[in-house]
């Protein structure tokens, strides 16, 4: 079963506007990982958050964990066209190697 | 510093063949993971491979789908006697070590259709 699970599904912003994911989870995590996927490519690895971790910022973006909430959000600040893309959230579980990833969710950056 | 490696990028069989996937890892890197992916889906593990050696292939359908990763050469993912169902992407990723707290680089994945 999907352990994470991110919302909205869908997001439609203007470029320079500010874009928020959410990925929530059911069991106890070590660390969570967020990746983006353009059309047709493999996904890139973006941010690692531990579960002893809060927030975490690299560039233009913030990730931010809540373990009593089961639950994540990805921030990207001054979007970009580039920025156009899917984006997954991947849990561990109790697994030291085996990803478990949402459905993602589809982020459209309008020029 | 080459990426991941997959070939070929799309792969047309029809029912009952076989599809071969073949993935190089990143220099340096021993660990291989296969996933598999549905249009507007997310990742499904298949199976975790060090070299020579299956580690995990408990996301994997027990038949018709079989994983390898020689001592030389690309780690494969074989798929005997296709059928409609196996349509999918599939992609593989690498990691220098193993552990939840390594980040998993990705090939561009193997885009199969069966006809």
């Known amino acids: 079963s999907q352990q994470g699970e991110e919302d909205p599904q869908a997001l439609s912003i203007q470029e320079g506007e500010n874009a928020t994911m959410n990925c929530s989870y059911k069991?106890?995590?070590?660390?969570l990982q967020w990746y983006r996927q353009n059309s047709g490519r493999g996904l890139v690895h973006l941010i690692l958050i531990r579960s002893n971790e809060r927030e975490k910022h690299s560039g233009r973006l913030r990730v931010t964990l809540d373990t009593s909430k089961k639950s994540s959000s990805l921030l990207i600040t001054a979007s970009r066209a580039a920025d156009t893309a899917s984006y997954f959230c991947a849990t561990d579980g109790d697994s030291n190697y085996q990803l478990i990833w949402g459905a993602g969710t589809k982020l459209i950056i309008k020029p | 510093n080459a990426g991941v490696m997959q070939n070929p990028r799309h792969l047309v069989r029809r029912r009952g063949q076989e599809a071969r996937l073949r993935c190089s890892p990143m220099?340096?890197?021993?660990?291989v993971y296969w996933y598999r992916q549905l249009p507007e889906e997310g990742l499904k593990f298949m199976v975790y491979l060090q070299k020579e050696n299956i580690i995990d292939e408990s996301g994997m359908p027990k038949e018709r789908f079989s994983a390898e990763f020689p001592k030389e050469g690309p780690s494969i993912l074989r798929i005997q006697q296709v059928v409609r169902g196996d349509s999918a992407a599939y992609f593989c990723a690498s990691s220098p070590q193993v552990g939840s707290n390594q980040p998993q680089h990705f090939g561009d994945g193997t885009r199969l259709s069966i006809l």
């Open positions: 220099k340096g890197h021993s660990h």
């Open positions: 069991t106890s995590i070590n660390n």
